[in-house]
């Protein structure tokens, strides 16, 4: 079971193997206000009972995940992130056919001002780390740009 949140709704998805096709099969079952924070009864209601331990333990991971959010500076969750994105990033560069030019120069010089501060920054590094038991990377991803579109919002 897959728990993927697209605005403000949850997606609860089914994943299965399609005995004809041998394939990988994802079927969304039940979808949910992203707000609610424990398992309603219509949506236990449809849901197997280890689907719904899985579902209470993302909601947990979720919670969790936006306490910790709540008590970084918004810095730490950029930098946190960036992994993340420049992994993206990456796999989107080796997609595309073409790069348009200005976005290759701003990449280039946007890693060589990172590489200098990370270079800057690597005698001050400490290490630190919180576990999800559920959530999925990309769905924590979700949760960390939600944060940095929050404070740039603020920023305006």
Same mark, same amino acid.
């Given at each position: 079971?897959? /728990?993927?949140?697209?605005?403000?709704?949850?997606?609860?998805?089914? !994943?299965?193997?399609?005995?004809?096709?041998?394939? *990988?099969?994802?079927?969304?079952?039940?979808? /949910?206000?992203?707000?609610?924070?424990?398992?309603?009864?219509?949506?236990?209601?449809? $849901?197997?009972?280890?689907?719904? =331990?899985?579902?209470? @333990?993302?909601?947990?991971?979720?919670?969790?995940?936006?306490?910790?959010? *709540?008590?970084?500076?918004?810095?730490?969750?950029?930098? *946190?992130?960036?992994?993340?994105?420049?992994?993206?990033? !990456?796999?989107?560069?080796?997609?595309?056919?073409?790069?348009?030019?200005?976005?290759?120069?701003?990449?280039? !010089?946007?890693?060589?001002?990172?590489?200098?501060? $990370?270079?800057?920054? *690597?005698?001050?590094?400490?290490?630190? @780390?919180?576990? /999800? #038991? =559920?959530?999925?990377?990309?769905?924590?991803?979700?949760? &960390?740009? #939600?944060?940095?579109?929050?404070?740039?919002?603020? &920023?305006?």
């Amino acid at each position: 079971m897959e /728990f993927i949140t697209s605005g403000e709704t949850v997606n609860c998805v089914r !994943v299965s193997d399609d005995p004809g096709t041998g394939r *990988e099969k994802k079927q969304v079952v039940i979808s /949910f206000n992203a707000q609610v924070d424990r398992v309603a009864p219509h949506v236990a209601a449809v $849901l197997t009972g280890e689907e719904r =331990q899985q579902l209470e @333990s993302w909601l947990t991971d979720r919670a969790r995940l936006k306490s910790v959010l *709540e008590e970084k500076s918004i810095e730490s969750t950029i930098l *946190e992130t960036l992994p993340a994105l420049m992994i993206q990033a !990456v796999q989107a560069l080796d997609t595309l056919p073409t790069v348009d030019r200005q976005t290759y120069e701003a990449i280039r !010089v946007s890693v060589k001002d990172l590489t200098d501060a $990370l270079e800057r920054a *690597e005698p001050h590094t400490a290490s630190r @780390s919180v576990e /999800f #038991d =559920q959530m999925q990377g990309n769905e924590e991803l979700k949760e &960390r740009l #939600d944060v940095i579109r929050d404070d740039l919002e603020k &920023r305006k």
